[in-house]
């Protein structure tokens, strides 16, 4: 199967700061999306972004499907982004198989 | 629309226990999946089905069955628990797209299931 590396994998930021999560795949996906997990587990769905480029308030996402990668923005961060964020994606020739990456756990402090 | 229900959210079971883990969605979503996460690590497909009738083992299938008899329901059985299957373990359905297979997932609650 893929390889899904996300990196950082930790990440402090004060309240107000800007940043970047990066996110490899080792084979070209076709459905690429990003979650954040909150502090009670909860999976939130951000962006579904197989390619291009989105923006949902203060998140945007890009996906360079060609290069095999994809970027999570978050902008004038909040301490209510903290938690853990995953990247997954799956071959489009088999697509039921979705790789999940170890995630990058974001602390914004007040 | 409840999108995808898992129950129960929790269980203790005792080693060589068995049980079902029950995830039903009302999106009329072909794909269905089950995954488990494991304390500080991301979530690792245990089986996933393309429809009713079809299932397929993911990346760490050993423990577990599954079936798929309609579209809305993909049970997960645990015949024999033991300590290494503590875990919590997420349902999940997405569509599909002509040229695109699987789209954006969607995911249940989860069950926190502790075999002691």
């Known amino acids: 199967g893929i390889q899904v590396e996300q990196s950082p994998p930790d990440l402090i930021l004060q309240e107000g700061a800007n940043s970047t999560l990066r996110c490899n795949f080792s084979d070209s996906v076709n459905n690429l999306q990003w979650f954040h997990q909150n502090p009670w587990g909860q999976l939130i769905n951000l962006f579904y972004i197989p390619s291009g480029t989105k923006q949902n308030g203060r998140l945007s996402a890009t996906t360079v499907a060609t290069e095999r990668y994809s970027l999570l923005y978050i902008s004038s961060s909040q301490t209510t982004d903290s938690g853990v964020y995953f990247c997954?994606?799956?071959?489009?020739?088999?697509?039921?198989?979705?790789?999940f990456g170890d995630g990058t756990t974001l602390t914004v402090k007040p | 629309n409840a999108g995808v229900t898992q129950t129960p959210k929790f269980r203790i079971l005792k080693i060589g226990q068995s049980m079902t883990l029950q995830c039903t969605q009302d999106m009329n979503h072909n794909y269905m999946y089950w995954y488990r996460q494991d304390p500080g690590m991301g979530l690792k497909l245990i089986y996933y089905s393309v429809g009713a009738g079809i299932t397929d083992k993911g990346e760490v299938p050993n423990g577990y069955n599954v079936s798929r008899s309609t579209t809305e329901d993909f049970p997960l059985r645990l015949e024999l628990a033991a300590p290494s299957q503590t875990s919590v373990y997420f349902c999940?359905?997405?569509?599909?797209?002509?040229?695109?297979?699987?789209?954006?997932?969607?995911f249940g609650q989860g069950t926190r299931l502790t075999v002691v």
């Open positions: 997954a994606g799956a071959l489009w020739t088999n697509a039921g198989k979705s790789t």
């Open positions: 999940a359905s997405s569509s599909t797209a002509p040229g695109q297979g699987a789209t954006e997932a969607f």
